[in-house]
Structures are given as C-alpha cells and as structure tokens.
C-alpha cells in the first residue's frame, strides 16, 4: 500500500517535472536576445502601425515602416522633426517574390530582418540621439559582435540630419489627414 502511495507521488513528481521543465524551455526558446548595445526586443512591434513602405531594388526587398503609439501619434501631427523623445520605429524586410496568380505583382517572400531606432536624445547622445537595433532571421538573432555594430547605422543615417537622421517621411493617408 505504502510503496504504491510512494509509486505514485514518484511518477506524479516526475510528470510535473517534465511539465515545468517543458514550459520553461519553451519560454526560453521564446526569448530573444538583447542586441550587444543593450538594446532589448520590442516584442510587441507586430501590432505597430504602418507609416510608410519602400522597395529595394539592388537587393530585392520590401520593407515596411512601422511605428509605436508615440511615433505614430508624433506622425499623425506633422511633429517629426525632431521626433519625439519615445519614439520608437522599425523596419521590417521581406525577400521580395512574384505573385504567382497576377505576372508583375510582387509580395512579401521569407522575412530578412527587424530593424528599431529609438528617440532619446540624452540616453543615445553618442549615436545621433537615437538607439539603433537589428534583428536578423525568423530566429531574431541580434546583429553585431559588440556594440560598435551601430557606428555602421549611424554613418548611413549621419546624410539625413536634416529629417532627424531618418529616411522615411510618413506616407499620406487618403482620408487620414496630413
Ligand atoms: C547602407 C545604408 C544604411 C545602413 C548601414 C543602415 N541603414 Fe537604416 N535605413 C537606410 C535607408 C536608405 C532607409 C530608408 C528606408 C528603406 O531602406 O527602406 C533606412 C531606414 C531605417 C529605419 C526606418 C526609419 C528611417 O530612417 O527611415 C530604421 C528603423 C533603420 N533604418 C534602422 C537601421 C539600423 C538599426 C541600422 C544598423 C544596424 C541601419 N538602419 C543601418 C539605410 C541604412
């Protein structure tokens, strides 16, 4: 009676163990890996609206700019430039491939990379008021072998400081205002 109470409270321990051991793995395998500047995931960016989109030709990509609440809001008022302290905006690409089903349509193919810049002009002084993020691969791997990888950012993006040392201009919204 006893060794089967015993039995019994070893296999249940032994189910909880491969339980709890499960769920941790699997939140492990869920976490993404800061990017060697410190700069942690947003993971939330797949609810981000859209401000604009853009096409690459030389290396065959679509990508589409997204922000968060306080860069669209930022957006939605013409008030870009600076953008506000919070903004955060991303960019995501995709290989670029033909619809099958209409010749000279092209959609989004496998998913390259996930990019972020965040506004804090005080916190990110020393890379033009901004913190630069990349993550590449459907495994979200950080980019960079130290936290110099955002010197390359910020010499592509030192040509705009004219619009905040960003590219993209909001695209108009029929119906949306500006
Ligand atoms: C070779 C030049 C180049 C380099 C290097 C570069 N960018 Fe950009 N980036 C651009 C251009 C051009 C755009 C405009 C939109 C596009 O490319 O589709 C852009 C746009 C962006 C945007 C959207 C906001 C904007 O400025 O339009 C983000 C976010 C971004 N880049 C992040 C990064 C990060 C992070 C790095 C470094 C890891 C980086 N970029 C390095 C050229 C560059």
């Given at each position: 009676m006893i060794s089967n109470v015993v039995r019994w409270l070893a296999g249940a321990s032994f189910l909880l163990a491969v339980t709890v051991g499960m769920a941790l793995g699997q939140g492990g395998?869920?976490?993404?890996?800061?990017?060697?500047?410190?700069?942690?995931?947003y993971p939330d960016y797949p609810n981000w609206r859209v401000l604009a989109v853009s096409h690459r030709e030389d290396n065959n990509s679509l990508r589409t700019i997204l922000g968060n609440d306080v860069a669209i809001a930022?957006?939605?008022a013409g008030n870009t430039n600076p953008w506000p302290d919070g903004s955060v905006l991303a960019k995501v690409s995709?290989?670029?491939?033909?619809?099958d089903a209409f010749p000279g349509a092209f959609v989004p193919g496998d998913f390259m990379q996930v990019e972020f810049m965040?506004?804090?002009k005080v916190k990110f002084a020393a890379t033009l008021g901004w913190g630069?993020?990349?993550?590449?691969?459907?495994?979200?791997?950080?980019?960079?072998?130290?936290a110099s990888f955002a010197q390359e950012c910020v010499a592509c993006h030192t040509p705009v400081a004219q619009s905040d040392f960003v590219f993209t201009h909001p695209a108009r919204l029929g119906g949306g205002g500006k």
């Open positions: 395998a869920g976490k993404v890996a800061p990017a060697p500047n410190g700069i942690v995931f930022a957006a939605r995709w290989k670029r491939v033909p619809l965040r506004k804090d630069f993020a990349r993550w590449k691969g459907m495994d979200l791997v950080p980019y960079g072998k130290d």
